[in-house]
């Protein structure tokens, strides 16, 4: 757990104020001095975050935001920060100080978090320095509160016990394999070694689907497509549940499989546990639509460098201009990077979103459907390219309603 990767961590981020205490708060909760802490207003100009394991909860990754409200020079653009943060978070702790606090601001800030519904705990630092009043107060103001004292070991002790039934209270993520093998199974996972694959590793994908595939007992045949023919012959084998392959050459597994055994793609897998198959699935039927010089946004999740085989940049607008005989124009995003504007896009594509939560890519989901945009993910796409859309959904059958 100590080397889980941040984009796999439970993001819990940290808001409020300016000088409300937040730094003081991640520093007593990690206890150590991570953020620096000072009475003056916007200390904490960038977001600081620092990963750990909050047991029995799990690794998680603490982000402590620049203040609200900040009225430096730079306030606007780290308020936008703190919205991104905001927005790829799956908790946020929202500080206040008791001694100062603004009502209209706050009632602002929690609009955004029921926005992107990021579920959130309220925390009013300073607890040592108000009275009984002033506490009334502020409860009569804020319903769910909870009072803390960040010098005081016990008062810190009793907000982490109550972050932590905040937080195993929380939905959690389907597994990636969750109702489409189970114990005993065997499934292949076809991944191409070409010029574009990593050398020396997996991707993530590959390396999360494999780690799925253990926890449930699922036995896993990892092979490249050049052995993949001589693997389905052996002793005619019938014990495959599911062939999961590289989207990038589905066409081609698609022809050795022969309709022999079901076949998707990692990122149909990625697509139905991440987001809304259903929606991302009817994303498809935009693309006889299309017009020449329809505008079309391709998104990732990493900022991976491009080459001249890349699928986002190159491939799939390539494949799609091809099938439809049709000029697009094309924009790329990648990272944390979604766009605002969606509405000048006639289709979003984005990539399998293995590196976010599946409540970050709902919240991007709900952005295209609030903008009329339709959405679809790569793998969808190029089944849909290739031909056999269908044929990998049906492999995922209970997850196609
Ligand atoms: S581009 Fe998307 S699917 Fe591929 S590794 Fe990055 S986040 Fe995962």
Redesign the pocket.
């Known amino acids: 757990m100590e080397t889980t990767p941040n984009?796999n961590r439970f993001k819990i981020t940290i808001i409020g104020s300016t000088n409300a205490g937040k730094s003081s708060l991640l520093n007593a909760i990690t206890d150590q001095e991570i953020s620096i802490v000072s009475d003056v207003k916007g200390t904490t100009t960038d977001s600081v975050k620092k990963a750990m394991e909050f047991l029995p909860f799990g690794p998680v990754l603490f982000i402590d935001t620049a203040g609200f409200n900040d009225d430096s020079k730079l306030g606007t653009l780290r308020t936008e920060k703190t919205i991104k943060e905001i927005r790829s978070s799956d908790f946020v702790i929202y500080v206040i100080d008791g001694r100062n606090f603004n009502l209209k601001l706050y009632n602002e800030n929690i609009l955004i978090l029921k926005k992107y519904s990021i579920p959130y705990i309220n925390v009013v630092t300073r607890e040592e320095k108000l009275n009984l009043i002033q506490k009334k107060e502020i409860k009569k103001l804020i319903k769910n509160c909870f009072f803390v004292n960040t010098n005081d070991r016990s008062s810190i002790l009793n907000f982490k016990e109550i972050l932590l039934e905040n937080l195993n209270v929380l939905e959690s993520e389907p597994g990636l394999l969750d109702g489409i093998s189970s114990y005993g199974d065997t499934i292949v996972m076809v991944i191409p070694i070409d010029s574009e694959a990593p050398k020396g590793r997996l991707?993530?994908?590959q390396v999360q689907l494999l780690r799925a595939a253990l926890d449930k007992g699922v036995k896993s045949i990892v092979c490249r497509d050049t052995e993949l023919e001589e693997i389905l012959n052996e002793k005619k084998r019938t014990d495959i549940s599911l062939i999961i392959t590289d989207s990038q050459i589905f066409k081609k597994v698609d022809k050795m499989v022969n309709d022999k055994f079901p076949l998707t793609s990692?990122?149909i897998i990625?697509a139905r546990q991440k987001g809304d198959l259903k929606k991302l699935i009817s994303g498809i039927e935009k693309i006889n639509s299309l017009k020449d010089g329809a505008q079309i946004l391709i998104s990732?999740?990493?900022t991976?460098n491009t080459s001249h085989e890349d699928i986002?940049r190159v491939k799939i607008p390539k494949l799609l201009e091809r099938k439809t005989g049709k000029k697009f124009r094309f924009s790329f995003s990648a990272g944390k990077d979604f766009p605002k504007d969606l509405k000048k896009y006639d289709l979003v594509i984005?990539?399998?979103?293995?590196?976010?939560t599946k409540k970050n890519m709902e919240i991007r989901i709900n952005e295209c459907e609030e903008e009329n945009v339709e959405i679809t993910n790569?793998g969808l796409i190029l089944a849909y390219l290739s031909g056999i859309l269908e044929k990998s959904i049906n492999s995922i059958l209970e997850y196609k309603q």
């Open positions: 984009s991707i993530l994908p990692f990122s990625f990732e999740n990493c991976h986002g984005h990539c399998g979103a293995c590196m976010i790569y």
